[in-house]
């Protein structure tokens, strides 16, 4: 029997709407349902578009609707349906009929998606004019979320971020110059076929004209590159690593900076932490495919009395959990999830492990502070607040940014993901 493609996307858009499942773990329970990657790749594309577009795609259904869908297997089949229409190259009749059919044995739930979807074809033009009205549904990013966005970097911003949060993100390689340099291994993409080029404003970024399967990239078990936005490639650079450091690197999991401070520096004692069990276990499969080697440690980032060993660190990078609103571009279900009151307990775990955090740093030490978020509350207010409790802290300042303290990329800043960074210089208080 044959699996109905729609059905699936609406499965796996329930659990994201109903279950606040993440995307990716949603699409990890449903795609082995189907048996082709060309089914699979269908369901991703609807389910990432679906997210992307949700709050414009919920608005335009409010408009065609006398009441609101009880079913939230059905409502998602509605957005599937919409979606379709608006922004793939399906054939009209193949989208409507398809997800009419996915309704499977709901009779009221047939005519009513069959209605509706009708209805859209015929009053596109009049939905569409009243869509772009609303800035939800214009931008397509909850209510929230533009006002916080806005009020942080003001309207020219704000329009820009909304609009690369809404585009396919770029795939981007961080080569690993421990194996090859980055001309040699653009060299290498090039004999396969593969277009990519360097990213200027990154010494170890490649950046690919269209996303590929990492098993196609050349050398990748061994090692060579790894997948990593640009904005993330900064931080090993920014921790100034030197021989025979002790590095920390609190938050460490899936390890794509850790990584990173071992490649650049493989002669530092590096420990990572993070609180997450199976997150870490991903760390020790990513550290084994480029040979690499580090202290893992699970545990609670802001009690160092039950993991530390008391020796100071010479580097501490705090990756802290955050809003990720700097990625909604690869990860567009955030705007569904994420809510307004999440940024209360963010920022105060954020401030508590990097107070934990400095207690481990040693006298002129050097302590990263990154986050995957663009919003002022977790990024440059944080560090304000820091350096006004903390005199032994110094920041080392950023040219050229729109942060007060620390470095503040926007999303799309070099076709980057959001990101910030913030470098501390724990001094001596007797010299001050
Ligand atoms: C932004 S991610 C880290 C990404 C990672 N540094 C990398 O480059 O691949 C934040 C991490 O913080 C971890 N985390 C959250 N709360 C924590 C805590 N109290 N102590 C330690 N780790 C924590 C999460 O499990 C998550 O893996």
Same mark, same amino acid.
């Given at each position: 029997?044959?699996?109905?493609?729609?059905?699936?996307?609406?499965?796996? $858009?329930?659990?994201?709407?109903?279950?606040?499942?993440?995307?990716?773990?949603?699409l990890?329970?449903?795609?082995?349902?189907?048996?082709?990657?060309?089914?699979?790749?269908?369901?991703?594309?609807?389910?990432?578009?679906?997210?992307?577009?949700?709050?414009?795609?919920?608005?335009?259904? $409010?408009?065609?609707?006398?009441?609101?869908?009880?079913?939230?297997?059905?409502?998602?089949?509605?957005?599937?349906?919409?979606?379709?229409?608006?922004?793939?190259?399906?054939?009209?009749?193949?989208?409507?009929?398809e997800?009419?059919?996915?309704?499977?044995?709901?009779?009221?739930?047939?005519?009513?998606?069959?209605?509706?979807?009708?209805?859209?074809?015929?009053?596109?033009?009049?939905?569409?004019?009243?869509?772009?009205?609303?800035?939800?549904a214009?931008?397509?990013?909850?209510?929230?979320?533009?006002?916080?966005?806005?009020?942080?970097?003001?309207?020219?911003?704000?329009?820009?971020?909304?609009?690369?949060?809404?585009?396919?993100?770029?795939?981007?390689?961080r080569?690993?110059?421990?194996?090859?340099?980055?001309?040699?291994?653009?060299?290498?993409?090039?004999?396969?076929?593969?277009?990519?080029?360097a990213?200027?404003?990154?010494?170890?970024?490649?950046?690919l004209?269209?996303?590929?399967?990492?098993?196609?990239?050349?050398?990748?078990?061994?090692?060579?590159?790894?997948?990593?936005?640009?904005?993330?490639?900064?931080?090993?650079?920014?921790?100034?690593?030197?021989?025979?450091q002790?590095?920390?690197d609190?938050?460490?999991?899936?390890?794509?900076?850790?990584?990173?401070?071992?490649?650049?520096q493989?002669?530092?004692?590096?420990?990572?932490?993070?609180?997450? /069990?199976?997150?870490?276990?991903?760390?020790?499969?990513?550290?084994?495919?480029?040979?690499?080697? /580090?202290?893992?440690?699970?545990?609670?980032a802001?009690?160092?009395?039950?993991?530390?060993?008391?020796?100071?660190?010479?580097?501490?990078?705090?990756?802290?959990?955050?809003?990720? $609103?700097?990625v909604?571009?690869?990860?567009?279900?955030?705007k569904?999830?994420?809510?307004?009151?999440?940024?209360?307990?963010?920022?105060?775990?954020?401030?508590?492990?990097?107070? /934990?955090?400095?207690?481990?740093?040693?006298?002129?030490? $050097?302590?990263?502070?990154?986050?995957?978020?663009?919003?002022?509350a977790?990024?440059?207010?944080?560090?304000?607040?820091?350096? /006004?409790?903390?005199?032994?802290?110094?920041?080392?300042?950023?040219?050229?940014?729109?942060?007060?303290?620390?470095?503040?990329?926007l999303?799309?800043?070099?076709?980057?993901?959001?990101?910030?960074?913030?470098?501390?210089?724990?001094?001596?208080?007797?010299?001050?």
């Amino acid at each position: 029997m044959t699996i109905n493609t729609r059905l699936i996307a609406a499965q796996t $858009l329930v659990r994201v709407l109903d279950k606040g499942q993440s995307l990716t773990v949603a699409l990890e329970q449903t795609l082995p349902a189907l048996e082709t990657s060309q089914d699979k790749a269908f369901v991703q594309a609807v389910c990432y578009g679906v997210c992307r577009y949700y709050h414009r795609l919920q608005f335009v259904l $409010l408009q065609l609707l006398d009441k609101p869908i009880k079913d939230v297997e059905i409502y998602a089949l509605a957005l599937v349906g919409l979606y379709q229409l608006d922004f793939m190259r399906v054939k009209t009749h193949a989208a409507v009929s398809e997800t009419v059919a996915a309704t499977r044995k709901k009779s009221w739930a047939k005519n009513l998606i069959n209605a509706l979807l009708r209805r859209y074809l015929r009053e596109q033009e009049s939905v569409k004019v009243q869509t772009n009205l609303d800035s939800s549904a214009l931008h397509s990013h909850p209510k929230w979320l533009i006002s916080r966005i806005t009020n942080d970097w003001g309207d020219e911003n704000a329009g820009r971020i909304f609009q690369t949060n809404n585009e396919f993100p770029p795939m981007i390689l961080r080569v690993n110059f421990q194996q090859s340099t980055r001309e040699n291994y653009l060299q290498q993409l090039n004999e396969l076929n593969i277009e990519a080029e360097a990213v200027d404003v990154c010494a170890s970024a490649i950046r690919l004209t269209k996303p590929v399967a990492v098993a196609s990239l050349p050398n990748f078990e061994k090692g060579a590159v790894s997948v990593q936005d640009t904005a993330a490639q900064f931080a090993a650079g920014l921790l100034d690593l030197k021989s025979g450091q002790r590095v920390l690197d609190l938050c460490a999991a899936p390890a794509g900076k850790t990584a990173h401070i071992l490649e650049s520096q493989p002669n530092v004692e590096c420990v990572a932490v993070d609180i997450d /069990a199976t997150r870490m276990l991903r760390v020790e499969t990513n550290l084994q495919r480029l040979n690499l080697s /580090a202290t893992l440690i699970v545990s609670d980032a802001t009690q160092p009395e039950k993991w530390w060993d008391g020796k100071l660190f010479d580097r501490i990078l705090v990756d802290a959990p955050c809003s990720a $609103l700097g990625v909604i571009r690869r990860h567009p279900d955030i705007k569904m999830l994420r809510r307004a009151d999440d940024l209360i307990a963010l920022s105060s775990l954020q401030f508590a492990i990097l107070k /934990a955090a400095w207690s481990m740093l040693v006298e002129g030490g $050097l302590l990263v502070y990154a986050t995957c978020s663009i919003l002022k509350a977790e990024n440059e207010d944080q560090i304000a607040q820091f350096l /006004a409790e903390n005199t032994d802290a110094q920041e080392i300042p950023f040219d050229k940014n729109p942060a007060k303290y620390g470095w503040q990329i926007l999303t799309g800043d070099n076709d980057c993901d959001g990101f910030y960074y913030a470098r501390l210089h724990k001094v001596s208080l007797s010299v001050q």
